[in-house]
C-alpha cells in the first residue's frame, strides 16, 4: 500500500524551480499529530477496520536543506484477523532541490519487513536531463528516471500555485516510496482560499493558525510508467493547506479502501536564521 504519501506531507510530495530563498523560508519547522481512522473500505479490499496515528516533523531552510521525519503506525483489522503496520521515514532535501536521500523502514506486528536506503539528485549534464537514483537497500541498484522535483520543491510549487490562483496543473515527484523506482504525475486542484471556521473540528490543535486562512487541496497521482490509457490515480490525497506547510483534514484514498487523518496536536518551532547574502 502506498501509506506514506504525504511530504507527503505532504507533506512528501507536498513538496518549485527557481524559487527564491526568501520565499522558501516561509514554510515553518513543526511537529504534527493525526489519529487515523477507517472513512469506507470495499468488500474486496478485506478490511472491516484502521485506527493508529502518524506524526510528521519538518525542519531546516533553504540554506540548510529540509528534513523530514515521519511515521505512520496502523492498526489494520479484517473478519479472520488484525495487524499493526509501522512504517518509519527519514529524509532530507537540499535547499535548491537538487538532491534527496531517503531511509525507511517498514515492520509488520513489529517484525521487520523491508528497509529501503538511496539518494536521488537532478542530472542536468545528460541529454535529456535525468533523475538518478542510487539504491542502497535492499539492494545495490542505480536507476535512471524522468527529470523531476523532490518533496519540499513539490510543495513549494503548490503555495506559489495557490497564492498565484491557480486552480488546476499537473506536475512530477519523486519521493523515495515504495521501491523508490518511479517518477509520479501528480494533478492538483486547489479550492479557494477560506478562513478557519469557529466550529472547525480541529480548531483546539491548530489555535496558533487560527488567524490564518487555508486553501482546500486533492492531489491524484498517476504512475507514469503505465501503458494503460484511461488509468486511475494509484493513490489520492485532500487537506487543508496553511500558507507556512502545515496540512490537516487529510483523506488519503487508496482505491479500495480510504482513511482520515485528524490533527490532534501541533507544535510550531522556531523559523531558522535567513540565509546570508
Not at 493525526?34 to 519538518?58: K, P
Not at 478557519?196 to 480548531?203: F, I, L, R, S, Y
Request: aromatic share 10%; proline share 5%.
Amino acid at each position: 500500500m502506498r501509506i506514506a504519501r504525504l511530504a507527503l506531507p505532504a507533506f512528501l510530495s507536498l513538496p518549485m524551480l527557481g524559487l527564491a530563498p526568501a520565499q522558501a523560508a516561509a514554510l515553518v519547522p513543526h511537529r504534527a499529530v493525526y489519529d487515523l481512522a477507517l472513512e469506507q473500505a470495499f468488500d474486496r479490499s478485506g478490511i472491516t477496520g484502521i485506527s493508529g496515528r502518524m506524526v510528521y516533523e519538518f525542519n531546516g531552510s533553504a540554506c540548510d536543506g529540509y528534513t523530514v521525519t515521519f511515521r505512520f503506525v496502523t492498526q489494520i483489522e479484517t473478519a479472520d484477523s488484525a495487524r499493526m503496520t509501522d512504517q518509519q521515514t527519514t529524509t532530507y532535501e537540499d535547499g535548491d532541490g537538487e538532491s534527496f536521500s531517503f531511509v525507511t523502514r517498514s515492520f509488520i506486528d513489529e517484525a521487520l519487513q523491508k528497509e529501503l536506503k538511496g539518494t536521488a539528485r537532478l542530472s542536468a549534464g545528460g541529454n535529456p536531463a535525468a533523475t538518478v537514483v542510487s539504491i542502497e537497500k535492499p539492494e545495490t541498484q542505480e536507476l535512471q528516471l524522468e527529470a523531476t522535483q523532490f518533496p519540499t520543491q513539490h510543495l513549494l510549487e503548490l503555495i506559489r500555485k495557490a497564492e498565484e490562483g491557480d486552480s488546476f496543473y499537473e506536475t512530477t515527484l519523486f519521493d523515495g516510496s515504495e521501491d523508490a523506482n518511479k517518477v509520479m504525475t501528480t494533478t492538483v486542484i486547489i479550492g479557494k482560499e477560506a478562513p478557519v471556521p469557529a466550529n472547525d473540528p480541529e480548531a483546539e490543535a491548530i489555535a496558533p493558525l487560527s488567524d490564518d486562512a487555508f486553501w482546500p487541496v486533492d492531489i491524484a497521482y498517476f504512475d507514469m510508467e503505465s501503458d494503460e490509457g484511461e488509468e486511475l490515480p494509484t493513490y489520492r490525497i485532500s487537506f487543508k493547506l496553511h500558507e507556512n506547510g502545515v496540512t490537516r483534514d487529510l483523506v488519503m484514498d487508496y482505491g479500495d479502501f480510504s482513511m482520515t487523518g485528524r490533527l490532534v496536536d501541533l507544535s510550531l518551532f522556531d523559523a531558522p536564521e535567513n540565509c546570508a547574502e
